[in-house]
Nanobody, 124 residues
Framework: VQLQASGGGLVQAGNPLRLSCKFS????????MGWFRQAPGKEREFVAR????????YYADSVKGRFTIARDNAENTVHLEMNSLKPEDTAVYYC??????????????????WGQGTLVTVSS
């Protein structure tokens, strides 16, 4: 199983950025997909999740209304569209898939497969 994240970089506050994550090795369409982030000196935290069977989306309160998660089952890819970025969004962002198919959670320890992380730095 491989998750390959891309799209991070340096951006000014208020500007957008789009992250992508390519998934391979399992039946992507049967897995919830999540995005997490970890800021320096902090624990990894949930950002967003998209459900496998109906595309229902869930967000952390801190990003609700600014971030959008979307999945493309034809391309085995999940995206995170980030708008109105703030300096406090600075973190390494990870895409992840849970320990089994047809299973959903927002807890990081329920996720087994992780991408390598992509750094997002938001300058003020």
């Amino acid at each position: 199983v491989q998750l390959q994240a891309s799209g991070g970089g340096l951006v000014q506050a208020g500007n957008p950025l789009r992250l992508s994550c390519k998934f391979s090795g399992l039946a992507f369409s049967r897995y919830d997909m999540g995005w997490f982030r970890q800021a320096p000196g902090k624990e990894r935290e949930f950002v967003a999740r998209v459900r496998w069977y109906d595309g229902e989306k869930y967000y952390a309160d801190s990003v609700k209304g600014r971030f959008t998660i979307a999945r493309d089952n034809a391309e085995n890819t999940v995206h995170l569209e980030m708008n109105s970025l703030k300096p406090e969004d600075t973190a390494v962002y990870y895409c992840a898939a849970p320990k089994r198919s047809a299973f959903g959670s927002q807890a990081a320890d329920m996720y087994r497969y992780w991408g390598q992380g992509t750094l997002v730095t938001v300058s003020s």
